[in-house]
T-cell receptor, first 110, second 118 residues
Framework: TQLLEQSPQFLSIQEGENLTVYCNSSSVFSSLQWYRQEPGEGPVLLVTVVTGGEVKKLKRLTFQFGDARKDSSLHITAAQPGDTGLYLCAGGKGAQKLVFGQGTRLTINP | GAVVSQHPSWVICKSGTSVKIECRSLDFQATTMFWYRQFPKQSLMLMATSNEGSKATYEQGVEKDKFLINHASLTLSTLTVTSAHPEDSSFYIC??????????????FGAGSRLTVL
């Protein structure tokens, strides 16, 4: 059973378009992280959200944590080819191990 | 910031041999490290939690005799794939938690080790 469901799992869009990736769960998490992974490398942390309703911005990326701390979204504005990669959400409960979503493979076409 | 180093970054071995992968925390002490396995175009699957000075905790379905984990110091954990077979070919990634950084649940990942078993 996948505790964190990411959607879409694959997304290919043109440069300049906007997109949103979703991370949903029936469980409550104390924190949720978004990572980005490029081929042949390990994931790199983009952001951590801990408060229900929290919104964080990282340049053209906007992250939101649901009010109930069960879901999160990543919105990218004016996507660029450099945004291409695998985006992973991961939820944590206290000091327990992180649970990862299936990942969203994003391709931005020039 | 926290840095985790993995070595080797890639390795090719013959079927039946054993391969050791090292995971080091370079600028912090990690009492806990995590080992993941990632198949092409898939997400990370946790294999085991490596605990300094004690036995690793393996996830369900992961053979502890196949994937030996040793965490002998606060900065080094090793994963040994014993008697490797082609189906063990995968991307192995370690991570560590730096308690001093953003609370308890932020992980820093190594760059991964790609194992190919011929």
């Amino acid at each position: 059973t996948q505790l964190l469901e990411q959607s879409p799992q694959f997304l290919s869009i043109q440069e300049g378009e906007n997109l949103t990736v979703y991370c949903n769960s029936s469980s409550v998490f104390s924190s949720l992280q978004w990572y980005r992974q490029e081929p042949g490398e390990g994931p790199v942390l983009l952001v951590t959200v801990v408060t229900g309703g929290e919104v964080k911005k990282l340049k053209r990326l906007t992250f939101q944590f649901g009010d109930a701390r069960k879901d999160s979204s990543l919105h990218i504005t004016a996507a660029q080819p450099g945004d291409t990669g695998l985006y992973l959400c991961a939820g944590g409960k206290g000091a327990q191990k992180l649970v990862f979503g299936q990942g969203t493979r994003l391709t931005i076409n020039p | 910031g926290a840095v985790v180093s993995q070595h080797p970054s890639w390795v090719i071995c013959k079927s039946g041999t054993s391969v050791k992968i090292e995971c080091r925390s370079l600028d912090f002490q990690a009492t806990t490290m995590f080992w993941y396995r990632q198949f092409p175009k898939q997400s990370l699957m946790l294999m085991a939690t490596s605990n300094e000075g004690s036995k690793a905790t393996y996830e369900q379905g992961v053979e502890k005799d196949k994937f030996l984990i040793n965490h002998a110091s606060l900065t080094l954990s090793t994963l040994t794939v014993t008697s490797a077979h082609p189906e063990d070919s995968s991307f192995y990634i370690c991570s560590a938690r730096d308690p001093a950084r953003d609370g308890a649940n932020v992980l820093t990942f190594g760059a991964g080790s790609r194992l190919t078993v011929l």
